[in-house]
């Protein structure tokens, strides 16, 4: 009865594995046809591309809040491209960002 039951047991992980994984493919891909990941995409490179920046300038002069002027360079940027963001976004995409930018440096050492 042991064996019957771990064999059951197994089955249904392995269908359940399955389902998530056609779940997840599809998901994805209605996403890349709403345009919803190339949306991210651009607001995730943007707020870097904004980061990046206040980074460097903040090399040469003094940035008094380095995470403002990113927000405000990041929301600048993203307004030109037409892409709306709300603020819990951005502050999430810039503290990923800065995080990249930390874990890079860390690299380099």
């Not at 064999?7 to 269908?15: E, F, G, K, M």
């Not at 927000?71 to 940027?77: C, G, M, N, T, V």
């Not at 995080?99 to 690299?107: F, I, R, S, T």
Request: net charge positive; glycine share 6%; aromatic share 4%.
């Amino acid at each position: 009865m042991n064996g019957l039951q771990e064999a059951l047991l197994n089955l249904a992980v392995i269908l359940i594995t399955g389902a998530v994984s056609i779940l997840t493919a599809k998901t994805t891909r209605y996403f890349k046809e709403k345009g919803i990941l190339s949306k991210f995409e651009a607001k995730k490179e943007s707020v870097a591309i904004a980061v990046n920046a206040v980074e460097q300038i903040a090399k040469i002069e003094k940035v008094p809040d380095k995470y403002n002027e990113a927000k405000s360079r990041a929301i600048k940027l993203l307004q030109t491209q037409g892409i709306i963001i709300s603020d819990s976004e951005l502050k999430s995409l810039i503290e990923a960002a800065v995080n990249g930018l930390k874990q890079g440096y860390e690299e380099n050492k």
